[in-house]
């Protein structure tokens, strides 16, 4: 959670803000089929739905009021990969930056499996 202090008080920005903010940029992005989450049961990665994008988001809170944050997506087959990647971790900052005023340090991308139609 980050604290934001300004003259009228302070606003608080829990983790799943974040993470939901970060899940829908980055599912919104080309080549994206959605976010992937492992299953504890078999080992496999799923695509979770869009009410569940959070899940595929793990944010990491630094002591100078920045944030990072590490995405585990699936993408379309024959996408170019470093392309997604690049499009994603922009719009990511982007957005995240945009909606809540925090600066992101980091956005990685796990390309955790790709879907073939």
Known sequence: MIRQ???NGSVNIS???YTEI???AATNCFG???MA??????GV???LRK???GKGVHVKFHEDDTISIDLHIMVDNGVNLNAVGAS???EVRYVVTKCTGTEVRAVNVYVDSMMVD
């Not at 989450?37 to 078999?42: G, I, Q």
Request: glycine share 8%; charged share 20%.
């Open 88 to 90: 994603i971790i922009s």
């Open 32 to 34: 994206v089929k959605g």
């Open 51 to 53: 009410e569940s994008v």
């Open 37 to 42: 989450a492992r299953s504890v049961k078999d």
């Open 15 to 17: 983790t799943s803000v």
């Open 5 to 7: 202090n300004n003259e």
């Open 45 to 47: 990665y799923h695509l």
């Open 22 to 24: 970060a899940g829908t």
